[in-house]
């Protein structure tokens, strides 16, 4: 599995980015957060029912995100035609704030060694990447776990100020450095 200090892979994928008609689909590819920070989070597969409730708090997450200067993309092994489908048909994703990428092929999750060895879907995966394109922080989670999304954004925090930061530490608080 690639971790931390590492260059996020290159990539260039299909992606559910609205469901206003004749704008759903856009390609995105590591350009699209060059010079920013990333937040890319997977998840197994559409039509499940961990999923949505992970999906769903990273969008109400969202303005933290972007307040953070931090670009929010989401990823599974489903094509952008399903998630298409699947933003249309749940309430809690229909007004999504992010592209919802399809990693049809899984060529992204196996790259980064993610992939279920039950079923080769991509785990529970959240990368945050930095500016120059490096992994700073990787959490990944049994298919059956969902993740904290505050601990995503805490995470975030803590990582931007380039300083020590203790057990529990949280914005506004004094680092070790």
């Not at 499940?48 to 409730?53: A, I, L, S, W």
């Not at 120059?132 to 059956?144: F, H, K, P, Q, T």
């Given at each position: 599995m690639l971790g931390i200090g590492e260059k996020f892979p290159e990539f260039k994928l299909e992606a559910c980015v609205s469901r206003e008609k004749g704008k759903e689909f856009a390609q995105i590819s590591n350009s699209n957060f060059k010079g920013s920070w990333a937040v890319m989070f997977f998840w197994p597969l559409d039509f499940?029912?961990?999923?949505?409730?992970e999906i769903a708090e990273f969008n109400k997450a969202h303005k933290d995100f972007a307040n953070r200067e931090a670009k929010l993309f989401g990823l599974s092994a489903d094509s952008h035609f399903t998630h298409l489908a699947w933003r249309e048909n749940h309430a809690d994703l229909k007004d999504l704030h992010f592209p919802m990428i399809a990693d049809y092929n899984k060529s992204l999750t196996q790259t980064l060694g993610i992939a279920s060895k039950a079923n080769g879907a991509p785990l529970r995966a959240t990368y945050i990447v930095d500016p120059?394109?490096?992994?700073?922080?990787?959490?990944?989670?049994?298919?059956?776990v969902g993740r904290n999304v505050k601990?995503?954004?805490r995470t975030l925090d803590a990582l931007q100020t380039d300083e020590l930061c203790p057990c529990n530490w949280e914005k506004g608080q004094k680092t070790l450095g």
């Open positions: 499940t029912f961990v999923c949505p409730t120059e394109g490096i992994i700073r922080w990787v959490s990944v989670n049994d298919l059956s601990e995503v954004v």
